[in-house]
């Protein structure tokens, strides 16, 4: 295989290869690395050296890279939300409440956005939004978002749920209404005798 790196008078690094280097009929391909500036010339050979790596292989880097374009611009998160009420929500009892959660708080905010753009930061930056709103609804959230994530996966849209791994964390007004509501559990729970200690 041949292969030779070029900068172009267009200010951009691209690499020409051949399957066959010494073969006369054997195809040229054209790989664009990338700008002249914000790619250096290092950076450029490493990448080169990628790419030549995987065309010994036997893949094609050029069509890897407009795959993963295409992913981009599919499997949108509104219509897989829309999907996922209808094949899976509206089958369980509590159908209206995930459907309003999910049009309300992730289709405004996440709805013409690829699925495969969604990453674990994104869904935490989510659920710190709405759990400033309403901690309770945050965390109804977060648990509707990894049953989401969970189909998906299994429907092999993506690998993987970015949801898994985040954690509610609780505001101090809220901590502190749980213990209030605790403490008031805990005395009327009390027995007669240690009800005259209290007071």
Known sequence: MGETLKYQT????????RRHALAAGSRLRKYTIGP????????????????????????????EKRQSR?????????DLVETFVREHVAKI???RRITSLLRRDVIPYWGAKS??????RDVSDLISLIAQRNAHASHRL??????????CVGR????????????????????RS???RSGARSRYSCSPAHATAIR
């Open 10 to 17: 267009t200010m951009l690094w691209s690499l020409r290869t």
């Open 156 to 175: 092999a849209v993506v690998d993987f749920s970015p949801a898994e791994g985040n954690l509610i964390s609780v505001s101090g007004r809220e901590s």
């Open 178 to 180: 749980r213990a209030n």
């Open 70 to 78: 295409r992913r981009l611009v599919v499997d949108r998160v509104d």
């Open 93 to 95: 009892g509590t159908n």
């Open 36 to 63: 002249y500036g914000r790619v250096i010339l290092p950076m450029a050979k490493a990448q080169a050296q990628k790419i030549f790596a995987a065309r010994l292989d036997g893949r094609d880097p050029a069509e």
């Open 142 to 151: 977060l648990k509707t978002l990894k049953t989401f994530f969970r189909w």
């Open 115 to 120: 699925i495969h753009e969604i990453k674990k």
